[in-house]
Nanobody
């Protein structure tokens, strides 16, 4: 079972920036797609961004141009650089790893709060 540990959440004012990190245990991460989802209170979990093992990225329209996903050189760490944050970005952000066979693993989540 892959372990995912997220960090970097916190409280920031609107217009500010945060960088989330997610570190995956084991070597399988380098061959997997990793991504970020978020869940605001009372809402369903939604896709934010993902990056494949080959470095191809996909970003939700709601954050495109503000959020950037990337991977570390060892490919077992994924980052989410969040700029120009808005109050509506407030949510618990979850890291997700998807193996090539489709099996998902989730992190425990990290809270991001954007004050107006």
């Amino acid at each position: 079972q892959v372990q995912l540990v997220e960090s970097g959440g916190g409280l920031v004012q609107a217009g500010g920036s945060l960088r989330l990190s997610c570190a995956a245990s084991g070597s399988i991460a380098s061959r997997s797609t990793m991504g970020w989802y978020r869940q605001a209170p009372g809402k369903q979990r939604e896709f934010v961004a993902a990056i494949t093992s080959d470095g191809m990225t996909n970003t939700a329209n709601s954050v495109k141009g503000r959020f950037t996903i990337s991977r570390g050189n060892a490919k077992n760490t994924v980052y989410l650089q969040m700029n120009s944050l808005k109050p509506e970005d407030t949510a618990v952000y979850y890291c997700k790893l998807t193996r090539r066979d489709g099996f998902p693993s989730w992190g425990q989540g990290t809270q991001v709060t954007v004050s107006s």
